[in-house]
């Protein structure tokens, strides 16, 4: 039975982290320069939440799955022949396009868009539509070329293109609040210019490395692929975004929720780090067969669930003091509800762990129906629970709807494959956390508890569960790292 090298599936797990912190910290760590008394409030903060909406929107459809379309197909063709330059220049043609098709509806239909909205400053679409468009196809080319670089073991282009991308589209939102509008205009644009930036500069490399050209039988077999992706990459959107979208009638509600996700989404691009490490090296054992290699496979899930766990566990204090030291109006209040927004990331790494086998074995459609389901029960909890409850219905909806996910994913998994996975590492201890943290804040607003204390507690019930769950394994990875 062979073991997983995990020094070196440790070293690559801290560079990949690392590289993918480093814009969402950045993210973070520059909004006390322009949250307070004369810079932006909650309400402004909303009007964010309302851009980050389109832009993902605009990412989710530009992307149509290719991120993990390239990662898959590229054990396919041979580095550097003429399949592989096909590859590449047919996926970075094929976003390009999709990106010209959502400019011709912004175009087309940008005078009715911002009628969605109560909030005047939203209701013209034309002012901020095209920048979410940049921002938004930006994201999608540097999410693929990081995926490719990843797969190439690259680590130096994964490194530029991520770090690249953070410094200067957090350099020009500064640029655009400070010397052009003090406003969501000026933060979104400024995003654009720094995103494009970037952006040119990837395709410059790719096309220049791969030429162009379009492989119309190859870039069938990739679409039929991505298009379940794409579906459900759209869901996922509604699921990420429908709260955002019943609450702008909210704005202040919105903007202290909006400051709480943002946050969760920093942790959740730092965990696509940690997955990035992971799945080439699950794949590559995969490939020489799943049944065969059984324990390596569970070797590398577990020690991803556990890093995510640490990841996310260990955030939430240092997040709740940034809040309540740096900023001044009413976004603080955020501080209440980080706990629960940040254990939200842990079904996602569940999702991805039992995701591989459908992944691998090209059964994608599963992400369709599975997520339609939790999409439907999605909206339906938001419609009725955030008029209520406000974020709180929100965060209630979302929780419920990613438990469906991970259920049903799991169930869907063991019909494929037989992977005997540790279920109390990778599902009964994980729910363990999840209701720990609903039960503990559920009594922080009945009892009037403080935030931090019950925010401490639900972190000494989940180291108390790791160091007894993951005893040995801390104990080997420890002895490889210091041998």
């Known amino acids: 039975m062979k073991e997983v090298n995990m020094k070196e599936q440790l070293k690559l797990s801290f560079i990949y982290t690392a590289t993918a912190a480093f814009a969402p910290l950045l993210q973070v760590l520059i909004q006390p320069i322009y949250e307070g008394s004369g810079r932006l409030n909650a309400v402004d903060f909303s009007h964010i939440a309302i851009t980050e909406l389109f832009t993902s929107l605009v990412f989710a459809f530009t992307l149509y799955g290719m991120g993990n379309a390239i990662s898959r197909f590229y054990y396919d063709v041979e ?45 013209d679409f034309s002012t901020y539509g095209y920048a979410c468009l940049v921002t938004g196809l930006g994201r999608a080319i540097n999410i693929t ?52 930036i970037v952006t040119l500069c990837i ?13 119309r039988k190859m870039m069938k077999s990739v679409n039929r692929f991505a298009l379940p992706l794409a579906q459900y ?15 702008e009638r909210f704005p202040t509600e919105l903007g202290i929720y909006n400051t709480a996700v943002t946050f969760s989404a920093g942790i959740a691009i730092i965990l696509q780090g940690l997955q990035g490490a992971n799945q080439p090296e699950v794949f590559r054992i995969m490939k020489k067969g799943i049944n065969e290699h059984q324990h390596e496979i569970r070797q590398l899930s577990n020690a991803l669930l556990m890093q995510s766990m640490i990841l996310i566990i ?23 509800i980080i706990s629960l927004v940040f254990i939200r990331s842990i079904f996602r790494t569940q999702f991805i762990i039992f995701s591989y086998p459908s992944y691998f074995l090209k059964k ?61 590492k990778l599902l ?16 922080r607003i009945n009892l009037d508890l403080n935030s931090f204390l019950t925010a401490g507690f639900l ?25």
């Not at 094929?94 to 990106?99: A, C, K, N, Q, V």
């Not at 008029?387 to 909806?397: D, L």
């Not at 363990?432 to 609903?438: D, F, P």
């Open 233 to 247: 990459s759209i869901i996922v959107w509604i699921l990420t975004y429908a709260d955002r979208f019943l609450m």
């Open 79 to 123: 580095e550097d022949s003429s399949e592989y330059k096909k590859l590449i220049a047919g996926i970075f043609s094929s976003i390009l396009f999709r990106g010209l098709i959502v400019l011709i509806l912004i175009f087309a239909f940008q005078n009715y868009i911002g009628r969605l909205f109560n909030q005047p400053e939203l209701q």
């Open 364 to 424: 994608t459609r599963i992400f369709l129906y599975l997520n339609t389901a939790s999409m439907l029960v999605n909206i339906t909890l938001n419609y009725f629970l955030i008029p209520i409850y406000f974020f709180y219905g929100a965060i209630a909806a979302g929780l419920i709807a990613d438990a469906i996910m991970v259920i049903g994913i799991y169930f869907y998994q063991k019909k494929i494959v037989h992977i005997q996975w540790n279920k109390q």
């Open 459 to 483: 972190i000494l019930f989940s180291i108390a569960g790791m160091l007894s769950l993951y005893r040995a394994e801390i104990q080997t990875y420890l002895a490889k790292v210091w041998k």
């Open 314 to 336: 260990g955030a939430i204090l240092p997040t709740m003091l940034y809040l309540s030291m740096l900023y001044e109006t009413d976004v603080r209040l955020a501080v209440n």
């Open 203 to 215: 395709l410059g490399y790719l096309f220049w490395k791969a030429g162009f050209s379009y492989d």
């Open 145 to 196: 070329a990081a995926a490719l670089f990843r797969n190439e073991k690259r680590i130096i282009g994964f490194i530029l293109v991520s770090m690249g991308l953070g410094l200067f589209r957090t350099g020009f939102q500064l640029v655009g609040l400070f010397y052009f509008d003090m406003s969501f205009l000026g933060y979104i644009h400024g995003s654009a210019i720094g995103t494009g």
């Open 428 to 443: 009964y201890f994980p729910f363990s956390v999840v209701l720990v943290a609903i039960i503990a804040d559920v009594l």
